[in-house]
C-alpha cells in the first residue's frame, strides 16, 4: 500500500472512530430487569459527604429519580413518602435521586412534601443517563443483590406500590 | 433661638439625613455586572440540550430564575457561570473550556486550517510544475537533440548536400 493510500485509510478511519465515540458517549440504554442497578457514588441532597445505592446493599430499595420542576413529581411523592412510612425499614427503603435540579429548589421540595427517606443529588444527570433514564420521574425497584427488579417509567400511586412492590418487600412488605 | 429658625435648622438636618440615607442605600444595592440574556447564550439548559436563550421548559424557567438572582446580587458572569457549574456540572457550559480535552474543540480546527493551507500550497506548486513545458519557457530542450535524432539530421543533411 502506497504512503497516500495508508494516509487516506487511517483518514477515514479516525473520522468514523470519532463519529462513533461521538453516538456512544450521546447514546444511553434504560438497565433491564436483571442487570446490576448503577450504584455510583453520589453527594446526599442535604450535604454531609456522598452516598450510593452500594450502601443499601441487602435491602430493597425503590430507587425514584426526579426533580423539583416536574409536576409529575409533586404528584407521587406524597405516596412515596407514604410508602416509605408504611414500609421503611431494616428491608426496604426509598431512595430518591435529585437529578438536573438546583439543590436549592430540590432541598425546598423535599421539606414541603415532607420527604423523610434518603436524598441523592445527581446535578450533571449522569447517573440518570446511566439508568437510561428519557425523563422524569422513573422508578426502579433494586433488590437485595443489587439487580434491578422493576422498571417503572413514570410516576407511581399508593395503589401501584401496594400491589406491585409490598408483596415483594420481606414480611409481605412490613418492615 | 427664634422659633422660625428652629424650624428651618431642623428642616435641614431632616432633608440631609434623608439624602444621606438615599446615598448609602443606593450604594449597598448592588450593580448588576451582567444580565440573564448575556449568560443564557453562553450556558445550556441541562434537560433541553439547547441553549438556554432558545429554552422554555420548566428546568429552564428554574434556571433563568437562579440566574436573574445571582445577576439581580451583583455577582459577575464568571460567578454566575461557577455557581451553574457547581449545580449542573461542566456540561451546562455552552463554550467549551479552554483545557483538557475541551481544548482541542478550540485546537483541531486550527491545526486543520494549517494542514489544509500546507496541503493546498504543496499542490499548486506540484500543479505549476507539471503544466510547466519541457525547457521552461524558451520551448528549447535543456540537453539538445538525442543521438538518434543527431544521426538521422545528418543523414538528411547529407542526401541535400550538394
Known amino acids: 500500500m502506497s504512503a497516500r493510500a495508508a494516509i487516506a485509510v487511517l483518514s477515514v478511519l479516525a473520522?468514523?472512530?470519532?463519529?462513533?465515540f461521538g453516538l456512544l458517549s450521546k447514546g444511553s440504554s434504560r438497565v433491564a430487569v436483571g442487570e446490576a442497578a448503577p450504584a455510583s457514588p453520589l453527594p446526599r441532597l442535604e450535604g454531609g459527604g456522598t452516598s450510593s445505592l452500594a450502601d443499601y446493599r441487602g435491602r430493597w430499595v425503590l430507587v425514584n429519580i426526579w426533580?423539583?420542576?416536574?409536576?409529575?413529581?409533586r404528584e407521587e411523592a406524597p405516596a412515596l413518602e407514604e410508602f416509605q412510612r408504611d414500609h421503611g425499614g431494616p428491608g426496604f427503603t426509598v431512595l430518591g435521586i435529585d437529578s438536573r435540579d438546583l439543590s436549592g429548589d430540590a432541598r425546598a421540595f423535599v421539606e414541603h412534601y415532607g420527604l423523610s427517606y434518603p436524598q441523592l443529588r445527581d446535578?450533571?444527570?449522569?447517573?440518570?443517563h446511566d439508568y437510561g433514564t428519557t425523563g422524569v420521574p422513573e422508578n426502579y425497584l433494586i433488590g437485595p443483590d443489587g439487580r434491578v427488579r422493576q422498571v417503572i417509567v413514570g410516576p407511581v400511586d399508593t395503589e401501584y406500590l401496594d400491589e406491585q412492590v409490598a408483596p415483594l418487600l420481606p414480611?409481605?412488605?412490613?418492615? | 433661638m427664634r422659633p422660625r429658625l428652629a424650624l428651618a435648622v431642623w428642616l435641614g438636618v431632616a432633608v440631609t439625613l434623608l439624602a444621606v440615607g438615599a446615598l448609602s442605600a443606593q450604594a449597598a444595592t448592588p450593580r448588576p455586572q451582567t444580565s440573564l440574556s448575556e449568560i443564557s447564550a453562553e450556558v445550556m439548559c441541562p434537560v433541553c440540550g439547547t441553549l438556554l436563550e432558545l429554552a422554555e421548559s420548566p428546568q429552564a424557567q428554574r434556571e433563568k430564575a437562579f440566574v436573574s438572582r445571582l445577576v439581580a446580587a451583583g455577582r459577575s458572569k464568571d460567578e454566575i457561570k461557577d455557581a451553574l457549574v457547581e449545580e449542573y456540572g461542566t456540561e451546562v457550559l455552552a463554550l467549551p473550556q479552554g483545557s483538557g480535552f475541551d481544548l482541542s474543540a478550540y485546537l483541531v480546527p486550527i491545526v486543520a486550517f494549517v494542514i489544509a493551507a500546507i496541503a493546498l500550497a504543496v499542490g499548486v506548486l506540484r500543479w505549476r510544475r507539471a503544466g510547466d513545458p519541457p525547457g521552461g519557457e524558451s520551448g528549447q530542450a535543456p540537453d539538445g537533440p538525442s543521438a538518434a535524432?543527431?544521426?538521422?539530421l545528418d543523414a538528411d543533411l547529407a542526401r541535400y548536400d550538394l
Do not use: K, M, Y
Not at chain 1, 123 to 128: E, L
Not at chain 1, 171 to 175: E, K, L, P, V
Open chain 1, 15 to 20: 473520522v468514523v472512530g470519532l463519529l462513533t
Open chain 1, 67 to 73: 426533580a423539583s420542576w416536574c409536576v409529575p413529581c
Open chain 1, 123 to 128: 446535578g450533571n444527570g449522569d447517573t440518570a
Open chain 1, 171 to 175: 414480611g409481605g412488605g412490613r418492615s
Open chain 2, 149 to 152: 535524432d543527431s544521426e538521422r
